[in-house]
């Protein structure tokens, strides 16, 4: 079994904060994290392998920030849910997520082509809503981060839908996903928790669309 972590803080406003999660063992303290106490946002790859590459050109527009409609919702089916927390700065996610789409679609080689921005005609468009991207922190004296990705993800060309889904994943500083350390400061832990979700979030999208791609053909 693996060894939880244990995050510090600092001695008074730890034991302040104690005092009101005591009875709550549960309550999110992602707010005791110390702004700027981490690194840029995590490269984290899928380095999904396709078996075959499809001649459609994709691009892949900015997301639509839904978050603050979803608070609270679960995620995944597990006891998690979409929260106001993150250490991200200022309106990094839309751009983050777009960003992150564009490169792995690229990097899978699964399409001929694809790119942030506007579509040519006959592009496939990847549209997408977030509903989660955020990170949580629980405990009382031992800590347990998660990174928290929920995407409602559409595929179209010329204005017809051919795909439509929502993909979920949340991962925690104890899963065999997380790609980070067990001793760090709180803020960097949420910031590859998040990461880690979201190239786990990519990588069920990249085998979704894989399985559908021969379909779209004409």
Known sequence: MRNRPQFLFF????????????????????????????????????RYAVQKTYPYNVAVAPPTDLRADHYG?????????????????????????????ATELSASKLFADARPGEPSAGDLVIRSEIHAFCSQVVGFIYNRVAGITALNIVLER??????????????????????????????????????????????DLLGRLERDAASWAG
Do not use: H
């Open 158 to 203: 010329d204005g017809k839908v051919l795909f439509k889904q929502k993909f979920e994943r949340v991962v925690t500083d104890a899963d065999p996903q997380y790609t980070g350390s067990q001793v760090t400061f709180l803020e960097q832990a949420m910031r590859v928790t998040m990461a880690d979700s979201l190239r786990e979030l990519i990588r």
């Open 73 to 101: 919702e679960r995620v995944a089916g597990t006891r998690w849910t979409g929260c106001q927390t993150d250490a991200l700065w200022g309106d990094q996610a839309p751009s983050i997520i777009q960003s992150r789409l």
């Open 11 to 46: 001695p008074i406003v730890l034991a302040v904060v104690s005092i009101f999660c005591l009875p709550f063992m549960a309550c999110n303290r992602a707010a005791l994290r110390i702004p700027g106490a981490s690194l840029s946002f995590p490269e984290t790859p899928t």
